[in-house]
Structure formats: structure tokens, C-alpha cells
């Protein structure tokens, strides 16, 4: 999650906990050597997959 979008998450805080758990997952799959790929909602996921794939 980047921004606040009112849209979703009419309490801040609740997107807080949300960053807050993609924090935690993050540093987990770092820490267990597991490669997260992740891929923002805006982003076309046919075309982000392959050149971050590639970029490994």
C-alpha cells in the first residue's frame, strides 16, 4: 500500500495496520530468503512480472 485512497480505507488507521502487515510480510520473506514480487493495483501484471523476473 503507497498512499491513503478514501476511497478503501475511510480510517487512517486501519491503513496503518495494513502497511503495517505488508511491513511485516516483507522483512519475513526477506529474512527466510524467499523473493516477494509484488505488483501495485495500477501496474499491468502480463508486463511487471516478466521484466521484474528477468531483472532476478
Known sequence: H???STSWYKDVKKLEDVVNRDRL???ICQDNGIFLLEVWYDEKPEIVIPERIQKI
Open 25 to 27: 510480510k516483507r522483512c
Open 2 to 4: 503507497r498512499f491513503h
